[in-house]
């Protein structure tokens, strides 16, 4: 689904955020990407969203050559791709219903269907009755849950997550990474970016570990035994 071949990227004044990174994520896989700050972690997600082009290598998304898409097949790339961020990126002008609802329209959605989903995602995320409520006036983890469901409310092939648990007790944050295990098992291919070591560990899925740009560790952890269903 995700393959990367001997990318590097540079920046403007020479600074190597990058350096000749090769791994490859399968269909519904799901991997965390760690390191200390200034590893490469953000960069190598904005690379996958195409808000930073590379400047060696090569980088395939479902068997295509990203960086050579056109500039007008972008935003439908995209479309493909659930993106949760730290800060949650929400709208406050805005109720918790009509910020999820925001990819759907940009899509150009029917009204009911897209109304249907909204739902749909904000009953997954356990805030279905909070539609109504401005987003400022929920809690951090709330307002990470409220990110969540607008990342996947229109079915992403993939989900990337930078820092999702950054500003999150241990608690909120071990109950985070349960949802999205949950969006994994229904088939979402997940790249989650993190430095909590001790949460992701217990976890027992794929770690990529970078260091100064470099990917110096790919460790497939045995998974955790799936419970009944």
């Known amino acids: 689904m995700i393959r990367f071949d001997e990318v590097s990227k540079r920046y403007p004044g020479g600074h190597e955020a990058l350096k000749q990174v090769s791994f490859e994520l399968e269909k519904g896989e799901m991997a965390f990407l760690t390191g200390r700050s200034g590893a490469g972690k953000s960069t190598l997600l904005k690379l996958i969203m195409l808000t930073e082009a590379l400047n060696q290598g090569q980088i395939l ?16 790339y995209r479309r493909r791709i659930g993106v949760v961020f730290q800060d949650h990126q929400l709208l406050f002008d805005r109720s918790v219903f009509d910020n999820v609802m925001l990819p759907l329209q940009i899509e150009g959605f029917d009204k009911h269907e897209a109304a249907r989903r909204v739902r ?14 401005n987003p400022i006036t929920l ?91």
């Open 61 to 76: 998304v479902g068997g295509r050559n990203i960086n050579r898409l056109p500039s007008r097949q972008i935003p439908y």
């Open 120 to 133: 749909a995602a904000l009953d997954k995320v356990g805030l279905l009755d909070k539609e109504k409520l």
């Open 139 to 229: 809690s951090g983890g709330e307002q990470q849950r409220v990110g969540i469901a607008r990342a996947v409310v229109n079915r992403p092939q993939i989900l990337l997550a930078d820092e999702p648990t950054g500003n999150l007790d241990p608690e909120l944050a071990a109950e985070i990474m349960v949802l999205f295990e949950q969006f994994n098992q229904v088939g979402v291919c997940m790249l989650i970016a993190s430095h909590d070591l001790s949460l992701i560990t217990r976890l027992k899925h794929r770690m990529l570990t970078l260091d100064l740009g470099r990917l110096i560790k790919d460790e497939h952890q045995p998974s955790r035994a799936r419970s009944p269903s």
